[in-house]
């Protein structure tokens, strides 16, 4: 398989991935968007995805070394895995019994946001590290 092939399927996988992410998230009952607390496209919490993505790009690197587009569909596809899981109900439950009686999960477009800033995030490491 050629190069360029191989990036075309892991592109795919990906956006396929981020979509069914999104799409189990509102189906689950996660708002669309609210501007309050980690509901928000962005919120304070996106510079960690930002870290997401450089440091699983690093890993994944030294998993497929001298390749720039599986490391970052395995990025890609393991952030909206993260997404999909920290949504859970029961998972919510942690993190509010652990303190955070603010959180009440994600909405549909936090959880694109911080897809995305995971995507910046291995793209800085793939391009400037």
């Not at 592109?11 to 991935?17: K, M, W």
């Not at 962005?42 to 001298?66: E, N, R, Y």
């Not at 895995?81 to 942690?94: A, G, K, L, P």
Request: proline share 3%; charged share 15%.
């Amino acid at each position: 398989m050629s190069p360029s092939t191989i990036a075309i399927y892991g592109a795919g996988c990906a956006a396929l991935a981020c979509l069914y992410t999104l799409v189990e998230l509102r189906r689950r009952g996660r708002p669309w968007h609210r501007n309050c607390y980690s509901q928000a496209w962005l919120d304070g919490w996106s510079v960690t995805h930002v870290g997401h993505g450089i440091v699983m790009f690093g890993i994944a690197k030294a998993v497929f070394p001298g390749t720039f587009y599986e490391p970052l569909g395995f990025v890609i596809a393991a952030e909206a895995i993260w997404e999909s899981f920290e949504n859970r109900n029961w998972v919510i439950r942690m993190f509010r019994r652990a303190g955070d009686k603010n959180y009440f999960g994600d909405s549909v477009a936090n959880s694109a946001g911080d897809i995305l800033a995971c995507i910046v995030g291995a793209l800085f490491t793939g391009f400037f590290v």
